[in-house]
Nanobody, 128 residues
Framework: QVQLVESGGGLVQTGDSLRLSCAASGRAGSRYAVGWFRQAPGTERRLVAAISWSGENTWYSETVKGRFAISRNNAENTVYLQMNVLKPEDTAVYYC?????????????????????WGQGTQVTVSS
């Protein structure tokens, strides 16, 4: 089992940056991929970035590619989402989620049904 806690959200202006953190705890030895999802009011929750357990493979949605960067520090059990050049359309609740897999393939990292453990979410609001 994995417990996840997000932090780092807030209110920023267009063009600003934020770094979200996802702190994990739980059963020792758990190995998991992590995805960052977001959900704006009235929309579905969507995967925007994912990273494999090793950190060697990452994936980004087209809407954030080139602006967001996902990384992880397994020694500190933390995954980060660096968000740059923020836009009003990035406004959403951001969730991190864990999938108990060490797979590297993008088609696995993007299989949203594998993400079983979820954090409570952190609000990101970008004003224009």
């Amino acid at each position: 089992q994995v417990q996840l806690v997000e932090s780092g959200g807030g209110l920023v202006q267009t063009g600003d940056s934020l770094r979200l953190s996802c702190a994990a705890s739980g059963r020792a030895g758990s190995r998991y991929a992590v995805g960052w999802f977001r959900q704006a009011p009235g929309t579905e929750r969507r995967l925007v970035a994912a990273i494999s357990w090793s950190g060697e493979n990452t994936w980004y949605s087209e809407t954030v590619k080139g602006r967001f960067a996902i990384s992880r520090n397994n020694a500190e059990n933390t995954v980060y989402l660096q968000m740059n050049v923020l836009k009003p359309e990035d406004t959403a609740v951001y969730y991190c989620a864990a999938a108990l897999t060490t797979a590297q393939a993008v088609n696995i990292l993007t299989r949203t049904s594998l993400y079983y453990y979820w954090g409570q979410g952190t609000q990101v609001t970008v004003s224009s």
